[in-house]
């Protein structure tokens, strides 16, 4: 396996935890601020992986 595979395998463990334990969590405001067309809710909808923004 080479360091990409290895990189890609660690940020999707590392995501799925994030989104289990956000799965426990009753409720959580979050803000993103930024330029118009910078990926604001390309980020939301990928962190919680479902289109939310």
């Known amino acids: ?14 995501l799925s935890q994030v989104k289990d334990e956000f799965k ?3 409720k959580i405001n979050i803000v993103i601020a930024g330029k118009t067309g910078v990926g604001k809710s390309t980020l939301i909808n990928a962190a919680f992986g479902q289109e939310l923004a």
């Open 24 to 26: 426990k969590l009753k």
């Open 1 to 14: 396996m080479d360091k990409q595979e290895d990189y890609k395998n660690i940020i999707n463990d590392t």
